[in-house]
Nanobody
Framework: QVQLVESGGGLVQPGGSLRLSCAAS????????MGWYRQAPGKQRELVAK??????IAIADFAKGRFTISRDNANTIDLQMNSLKPEDTAVYYC?????????WGRGTQVTVSS
């Protein structure tokens, strides 16, 4: 049973930083993509960033230059978020995709407000 646990969310002022972490347990896949989606109230879930086992990275345009994704090992990723804006407020979900299905964490709330 694969389980993903996110940590690091919280309340931060505009311009501040947060670091999200995600750890997957029970994963024995030799190749996978891990990443982050987010969902703001009343909006669709959108991709933030993803990284493959080989280190290939994709980052959404809104996150480029502000967010960095890294992969510590096969089952742990981090999302460093700098220069946060109020529009970054959302629930951030970690996922693991070994193909053909995705596994999801329960999400962590990020609130950017003064």
């Amino acid at each position: 049973q694969v389980q993903l646990v996110e940590s690091g969310g919280g309340l931060v002022q505009p311009g501040g930083s947060l670091r999200l972490s995600c750890a997957a347990s029970g994963s024995r896949f030799s190749f996978s993509i891990m990443g982050w989606y987010r969902q703001a109230p009343g909006k669709q879930r959108e991709l933030v960033a993803k990284i493959s086992s080989a280190g290939t990275i994709a980052i959404a345009d809104f996150a480029k230059g502000r967010f960095t994704i890294s992969r510590d090992n096969a089952n742990t990723i981090d999302l460093q978020m700098n220069s946060l804006k109020p529009e970054d407020t959302a629930v951030y979900y970690c996922y693991l995709d070994p193909g053909p299905i995705k596994y999801w964490g329960r999400g962590t709330q990020v609130t950017v407000s003064s």
